[in-house]
């Protein structure tokens, strides 16, 4: 299939289910007092985003019980015991977990601007947005308790998404501890990425499986899935960042360069000697011309820096989708590895 | 028994039981990569603390199972039915999330110390703190699903820690709402003292019961009897720091007055039309003089906002000491109805 194809049936996979998942984000974590605290815990996940980790999780569901897309209720669906259980409030967490970690990365980062709006440490103060993420917090792992799942598997669940949330910490703090640092090797970068992006990915997928019932074998060739794509997912980004005309991009192309942001491309090209740090002499992304860019990239290719990230993603994708062969074949399982392919194949 | 009877038993329940705390804190919150973020996630569990709340914990363990107190194995605890559960870990997972509220809380109060030593966000950073915050609030539910108890159990002993870590949130907000608002009802106040303070003492003494198998009757007396000797500890807070004399406080007497903090005593003293904002002219704790002090004690004694706080306190504590009646008749509840007493009795 082309890449077109794949993304207009990986779009409208999403769109079918944003409008169900974002009525139910707004069912399960409703407002409350005091109102300052719920307006700004509610302010981000109301300010949009595409739900990609939500439909995997949906997306999952559905391929295992081998039902049509879409035909079943996501808040009584079938385990594979044939009980029903709510495994729209699954995705909902994760979607929830998602929201709290950009809220407080965003206050470390001291980003100004999210999903198109002010962030939330900006919108309203600091105090507030450590608050609102710290109540997300508790809300994803109390909706996480109310599957209806047997007991021990809703408690598996809550045990791999604390462990999960660990590790999302640890990535943030190796992302910050690399900033600091002389000198990072790609096999830390790859870790980083994994820890701060790709577990959750991973927990997407494979949590639905968990309260479902699902053997560990199937529960563990998910959250590998999720990982592996979630991983191409971030190296695509800063291929992305380099290949992709500013407009398109909605910023400027190379700013990561001008930003002296560490990518899996600019470690790369460190190991091969190349003078990363002065491969643009713009300060600003304002200041950097297509020309400067374009002399940028052909050095990066020439050292093969950008094939080096782009083979790195395309692998981790061909495994993510191998991972999928213990799912029945379906036509959800058709959309998981169309989510997989589109992760490094969207233009932006 | 005499107040200081009670508090030497107290404080000997304590001490019996702290080297075994730190301990399982050690063992259960270990050392990990990356190293910044773990000393910083440990820093302040190291930096020592009375261990009040999982004391609670193993002590309400103890009298449910009936057995003399550190007789048996936290870490293989007799439960109701007879299955061996690791109690502690549940007693350690609430002392975790003591832990990370008050990481989070001397960011957003910008709190230079902390149990006498630099504030984590001093030590460290403030995003290094956030993240230590947000790893301890994970592995503080990782830990809860750890006891080995029935998975039913298990789950709802989270969902209870879940429910309980978004009102501490929201007890939070209120605090510092209440700093920008004019008017504060006393009763909004205790709800808000019940929120930040009192609900995690009520989760201290209920999860045990919880993971052991107890009817939801004593759970929830069990619960009641932590928020009530909880709040009662809080109100006690703002009594001795008009009554203790500065050197036994280890802070300025009546700090509060000078600070403009609200507490129970000058929202009622507002109500009897005192010009609480004016008891005392100094800016700073450094100008009060005990004069000064005495002065605006005396005027507060006049409009019985000392005594409405006092007894206010005495009131919740008889109630929390009745709530244990669910209990077997031993030591441990004997223990339980001394810490509520210490609680108001403490001379600081």
């Known amino acids: 299939m082309t890449p077109d194809a794949t993304e207009r049936r990986v779009l409208e996979a999403i769109r079918e289910r944003r ?11 409703p407002m409350a007092e005091p109102e300052r605290l719920y307006e700004a815990t509610r302010y981000l996940l109301k300010a949009g985003g595409k739900r990609l980790r939500p439909t995997v999780s949906l997306l999952t569901a559905e391929s295992l019980a081998d039902v049509e897309p879409m035909s ?56 507030t947005a450590i608050l609102a993420g710290d109540t997300l917090y ?11 799942a047997d007991p021990a598997d809703g408690l598996e669940a809550v045990r791999r998404l604390a462990t999960t949330c660990t590790q999302i910490c640890e990535g943030q ?58 991983s191409a997912f971030q190296i695509q980004d800063d291929v992305l ?23 899996i491309i600019s470690l790369h090209a460190r190991q091969q000697g190349i003078d990363v740090d002065d491969l643009v002499d713009a300060e600003t992304a304002e200041e950097l011309t297509e020309d400067a860019v374009e002399a940028a990239v052909a050095e990066l290719n020439e050292a093969g820096s950008i094939d080096y990230a782009r083979e790195m993603a395309e692998a981790l994708t061909e495994q993510a989708k191998s ?23 969207r233009g932006y």
Chains 1, 2 share one sequence.
């Open 19 to 29: 409008e169900l998942v974002n009525d139910a984000l707004d069912e399960d974590v």
């Open 72 to 127: 079943e209720d996501y808040r009584a669906f079938p385990t594979l015991a044939g009980d029903a259980i709510d495994v729209m409030v699954a995705a909902v967490s994760i979607e929830v977990i998602q929201s709290f970690t950009l809220i407080h990365d965003d206050i470390m980062d001291d980003d100004d601007l999210r999903r198109g709006v002010p962030a939330v440490h900006k919108e309203y103060d600091t105090s």
């Open 138 to 148: 508790a809300k994803a792992f109390e909706l996480l308790t109310k599957t209806g």
């Open 173 to 230: 703090a190796l992302d910050i501890e690399f900033e600091r640092r002389t000198e990072v090797l790609p096999d830390e970068y790859l870790q980083m990425v994994e820890l701060k992006t790709a577990v959750l990915y991973g927990t997407a997928a494979a949590v639905p499986a968990v309260v479902m019932g699902a053997d560990d074998e199937v529960v563990e060739a998910l959250y590998q899935y999720g990982i592996e794509s979630g």
């Open 241 to 263: 960042d380099l290949t992709v005309p500013s407009d398109q991009l909605g910023k400027q192309r190379g700013s990561d360069l001008v930003e002296n942001k560490e990518t």
């Open 323 to 345: 991972r999928l062969d213990v799912l029945p074949d379906n036509e959800a399982r058709d959309l998981l590895c169309d989510i997989a392919d589109y992760l490094i194949t």
